[in-house]
């Protein structure tokens, strides 16, 4: 006890003695007394904001200063390891792909550690990987199934900000544990007071707070970045995300345009759309009908209902083909958790596609449409001269790569008019040579490629995704060409249309069958020449899988 009270008195009289000599020296106390003011005030500032705004500013600071040292520490790496190379040189192709990886590592941690907006920006990052670097790409994935943490009784208090009431008193029932969940919202069960099955979306009750705040943070970063990096010009993809995001944001506009999803494939019986509950529905929260289905990629659950796949993938093609070609309005993420697939309620011996998730669409322009099905027909009577015509009006100006990109397969099969019993060297490295000849034009037209276009070749690439993991049961292009043909040609009830029509129709699918048939000789003599040992495979060769 002694020893301590005798080192409490000589702290006090070191500290006595500190500030007489601090008082000796004006220059010193005023810096002390500045020092002192301006940590009181700091510390006053947090206080506030965590009593007021539970610390959202201070948050907010600590996201802008991470985001600043990892752009910092990304630019300052691309600087430093690049430094006296030049493109071409061997050394320059070998360490870039090693900084790209580097950077995408920094961009993932920053993007998880500062939630919400950021790791919404991630995955659109992401899903540009027709230009973004592929170590950027498939790092950026990972953020796919990633989402934020709620805080403690957020859902509840969110509820009470917004309809006067909790969950509880709204619901007869509602369940605490989400059944799903993503970057900017949570999905719970519940039941309504009339018994209704629904499902409530949730979003983050801090998304709103610090959109603003973030997303200048992330613009001024990326205006940073393209300062000091002249080469950088991947600005546009944050201020096309911006426009998304915030409509995104906002679950009265995505119940909308579930409606007219709804209104739009009304027609087609084996698609449905959740109805809306708009008396339990505003921006932040969304509630629908409950659905009892399973993803549209759980092959076991399918097998299980007894549904055939190539029914699911046609009726997939044909819906989306009629929003692409038709209607205009086309779901721009159309990934496997987005598609259920169940028994038709009404009709247990049909199966329908329940189609989810409708905050980003996009409306594409009569006159793109109507070039689009001009394109697509074109394609198939082989006209080249027309296909030229509409894939200028598209503002695209290699067609015959663009043919390829929209068939995922090469247009012409060319050194296939004569079937030999073996495959040579010389022939093998032929189609290699065509197939890398074509991947490289196709990455140079997707870049030079309008947006609105690149938002359909994403669609078509995703449901591709799904029916080739379903094993390709069916022809997805013929089932697109037709939905094309469909809308070029609606029926009418004069006799001289009818006729034109038909005949118009009649020689579509000769033509359609001649095509799909060369294609099927031609994909099948390739793969018995690799089951009898005659040949490695070349199925990659035949099939142009692009990811966008």
Known sequence: MAKRIWSASQRFY??????????????????????????????????YDGAVNEFENVQGVQRFLRSFAIGLSISVDYAWSLRGLQEGDGKYELILPQIHLRSAKKLLGGCLANGGLYIKIGQGVAAVNHIIPKEYVETLRQLEDRCLTRKPDEVRALFIEDFGYPPEEIFAS??????????????????????????????????????????????????????????????????????????????IHEGKNAERCAKDLERFRSVYVPKVLWNLTNERILTTEYIDGCKVSDREAIAAL??????????????????????????????????????????????????????????????????LCQFWEAIVLRDYTAMERHSKALNVADYRTFAEILLQRPLEL???????????????????????????????????????????????????????????????????????????????????????????????????????????????????????????????????????
């Not at 005023?30 to 005030?41: C, H, I, W």
């Not at 046609?314 to 692409?324: E, H, K, V």
């Not at 094309?484 to 249309?497: F, G, I, Y």
């Open 14 to 47: 070191n500290s006595s003695r500190s500030l007489k000599s601090a008082a000796s020296k004006p220059g010193r106390s005023f810096a002390r007394l500045l020092a002192f003011s301006a940590t009181g005030s700091i510390a006053g500032a947090i206080a």
């Open 174 to 251: 509602f369940e605490y544990e989400p059944i799903a969940a993503a970057s900017l919202a949570q999905v719970f069960r519940a039941v309504t007071k009339t018994g209704e099955q629904v499902a409530v979306k949730v979003q983050y009750a801090d998304l709103r707070k610090r959109f603003d705040g973030d997303l200048r943070t992330i613009m001024f970063l990326q205006r940073l970045v393209a300062f000091i990096h002249k080469n950088y010009n991947f600005g546009w993809i944050i201020d096309d995300l911006q426009g998304t995001l915030r409509e995104e944001l906002d679950f």
């Open 306 to 371: 007894q549904l055939d796949l190539a029914e699911i993938d046609r009726q997939l093609f044909t819906a989306f083909g009629q929003q692409i070609f038709s209607t205009g309005f086309v779901h721009a993420d159309p990934h496997p958790g987005n598609v259920f697939v169940r028994r038709d309620p009404n009709n247990a011996k049909r199966l329908q596609l329940v189609l989810l998730d409708h905050g980003l669409y996009e409306q594409l322009a009569p006159d793109v449409r109507q070039n």
């Open 414 to 548: 060319k050194g296939t008019g004569k079937f030999s019993t073996r495959l040579t060297e010389q022939d093998l490295a032929y189609m290699a040579k065509q197939a890398k000849e074509h991947f490289d034009r196709i990455m140079a037209t997707l870049k030079s490629m309008p947006r609105n276009l690149i938002l359909v070749i994403r669609n078509l690439n995703t449901i591709r995704s799904i029916a080739r993991d379903h094993g390709d049961p069916i022809d997805r292009p013929r089932i697109m060409a037709r939905c094309a043909l469909a809308a070029l040609c609606p029926s009418r009830r004069d006799v001289r249309n009818f006729l034109w029509v038909t005949f118009r129709r009649l020689r579509f699918e000769f033509l359609l069958w001649r095509q799909s048939f060369h294609y099927w000789i031609v994909s099948n003599y390739l793969k018995l020449l690799t089951r009898v040992g005659r040949s490695p495979d070349t199925s990659h060769l035949m099939n142009m899988h692009i990811d966008v």
